[in-house]
């Protein structure tokens, strides 16, 4: 049995899956190890994607649509629906599942070894400190597997990161706890993104209501991790919510999972070892949006891990690039996001409602973001001062 490779990757999200496909293809030995017994199963996910931010990576199939989406509905506490402009947005709400899947079977094409139920217990360590394979429980037996780099792409809280000295815990304020359902006979007026925003709804989070073919959606929330507590957790807040809007509706799938809502790791690779995706906290802090962000860091990853396997030095210049390329591209944004979020979240019921009333009241042509923008700084001029703080860093 082959034990050793150039490079493992722990954890097949797509983060994991991206660095696999990517090393495989500049001819590298790849082994992706999965906790999970079926790729993409179960979605915690909202599965929604930007057309052109997806498109930077790889061309959309159409059996990834769940459907297209050009507009936004925002639904304030009071339920008074708020319509913005058409062909503001465009985006998907994918089919997770099949779309993992498929770039699984590329990656194994691309000849990366697979292996599902392989949950990796913890790191190899050479004697200097830096890792040389893992220990993988496999039905019951565990195994231990050698490559020149690990790579670990094992999601929110990244344990095996910590096996590193890398500090991936995070305060509760900094994660959102989410409950998620894919449910039918939901009969939605137009095919939107329609985003719940109050704290009756999900404080310090949001609700979501996704559409999919056949009338399913994705339905769910995530509330901010200091508003979560043993009598009023997000599965609450979600009966709640489910009650309210959709009391009839047959849920298929109930999942809960976290979301990382700060800023994006700064240290992302240790000797050999290297972290991409959400175990890096590269997720948006203010929508909560990471799928396109891990795939963009498995490619930035898989590519210098492949580049630099055999040469130590080269390692080194590689990983000092990958780390400067990933702040470069959501770091500085991720901080001034994470800034917003915290004004926009000490807003209260009636602030929102009361924009909400004012916005409506515009020609429909004019309801827009800017406009929107504009009716929360006349409410709240502390709203325009704190976002010019944020972004200048005052
Ligand atoms: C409820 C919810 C809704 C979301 N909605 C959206 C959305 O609408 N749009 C969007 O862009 N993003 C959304 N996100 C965020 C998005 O899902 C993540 O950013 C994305 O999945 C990150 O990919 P990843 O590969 O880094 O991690 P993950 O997708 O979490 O993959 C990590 C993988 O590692 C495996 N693993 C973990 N530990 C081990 C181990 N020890 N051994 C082996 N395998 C291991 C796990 O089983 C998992 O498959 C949502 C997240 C949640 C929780």
């Known amino acids: 049995m082959k034990t050793t490779w150039d490079i493992i990757i722990i954890g097949g999200g797509p983060g ?29 996910c909202g599965e929604a994607v930007g057309k052109e931010d997806f498109a930077n990576y790889l061309p959309m199939e159409p059996r990834w649509i769940g459907s297209e989406i050009n507009t936004f509905i925002i639904v304030p506490p009071n339920g008074k629906e708020i319509k913005l402009k058409k062909d503001l947005y465009s985006g998907y709400v994918i089919n997770r599942d ?39 429980m496999e039905s019951g037996k565990m195994h231990e597997y050698y490559a020149k780099i690990v790579i670990a792409a094992d999601g929110v809280e990244s344990r095996i990161s910590r096996q590193m000295g890398i500090q991936t815990v995070l305060k509760p304020e900094n994660i959102e706890p989410c409950v998620q359902v894919t449910a039918s006979g939901i009969h939605l007026p137009e095919k939107a993104l329609y985003l719940y925003i ?3 709804y999900a404080p310090g989070g949001y609700a979501w209501v996704f559409p999919k073919a056949n009338n399913c959606a994705n339905i769910g929330l995530g509330i901010n991790g200091k508003y979560s507590s043993n009598t009023n957790c997000a599965k609450d807040y979600m009966d709640r919510f489910l009650d309210r809007f959709f009391p009839d509706a047959s849920i298929q799938r109930y999942v809960t999972g976290g979301v990382p809502v700060t800023t994006n790791l700064k240290r992302l690779t240790q000797d050999n070892f290297m972290i991409v995706g959400d175990a890096g906290h590269m997720v948006n802090p203010l929508n909560g949006g990471g799928i396109t962000h891990a795939i963009y860091s498995g490619i930035i990853a898989g590519k210098a891990a492949a580049a630099s396997c055999d040469d130590p030095q080269k390692m080194k210049i590689c990983f000092s690039k990958y780390e400067k390329e990933i ?3 959501f770091g500085k944004n991720h901080e001034h996001q994470s800034k917003i979020k915290e004004v926009v979240y000490q807003m209260n019921d009636d602030d929102y409602n009361r924009i909400g009333g004012e916005f409506l009241k515009l020609d429909d042509s004019k309801r827009n973001f800017l406009n929107l923008f504009k009716q929360v700084v006349k409410h709240k001029p502390e709203f325009l001062i704190n976002v010019v703080r944020a972004f200048s860093g005052i």
Do not use: W
């Open 16 to 44: 994991g899956l991206f660095a696999a496909l990517e090393a495989a293809k500049a001819g590298k030995s790849v082994l992706l190890c999965e906790r999970k017994r079926e790729m993409g199963i179960p979605v915690r």
């Open 98 to 136: 099949l779309f993992e899947y498929d770039i699984a079977a590329r990656a194994a094409e691309a000849g990366v070894q697979i292996k599902m139920k392989a949950n990796v217990q913890e790191l190899i360590h050479s004697d200097d400190g830096s890792v040389s394979g893992v220990r993988v």
């Open 198 to 200: 109050g704290t009756c």
């Open 327 to 329: 702040y470069r591209k």
